[in-house]
């Protein structure tokens, strides 16, 4: 299924996988997917998230005072496991694509199954910094594909 992830979620993953690491943990959390996705500029979730009137800087600053760094570096080689939840949410994102009758999987859908997730730090963040869930999740869904690489 993962070559229907456009080339940009598949950056996003691999950004994830380097905040993981940054952070000292030895697994990718759904946080830490959230951080792959705000870093990938000029992606399909990123740019709906500039309608809505939302910096990636500060939702990076403000999901980051909450996320905790441990003391020492993972011991895993090669790619980190995926929590649980960070398995579920790129699950909902195929899901979301297909529901929304659309062949690939792009940052778009990650950010739209991310948000299902009701007690969240993602969810803390976009709230905390002055938006509406449910009027972005709204915006991800009516915002018609943009050919995402």
Do not use: Y
Not at 54 to 59: I, K, P, R
Not at 72 to 95: C, M, W
């Amino acid at each position: 299924m993962r070559e229907a992830f456009t080339q940009t979620l598949r950056h996003a993953l691999t950004v994830a996988q380097g905040e993981a690491r940054r952070h000292n943990q030895e697994f990718v959390s759904t946080e830490i997917l959230f951080l792959g996705v705000i870093k990938c500029h000029d992606c399909e979730a990123e740019r709906i998230l500039r309608q809505a009137h939302l910096d990636s800087a500060v939702l990076q600053q403000v999901l980051s005072r909450d996320l905790p760094t441990a003391g020492e570096s993972p011991l895993i080689t090669g790619d980190l496991p995926l929590t649980p939840k960070a398995q579920r949410a790129i699950q909902g994102a195929i899901v979301k694509a297909q529901a929304l009758h659309e062949q690939r999987i792009s940052t778009r859908h990650l950010l739209l199954s991310l948000l299902d997730e009701v007690q969240s730090l993602v969810r803390e963040a976009i709230i905390d910094s002055g938006s509406d869930v449910n009027v972005l999740r709204h915006a991800l869904v009516e915002t018609p594909p943009d050919e995402e690489t």
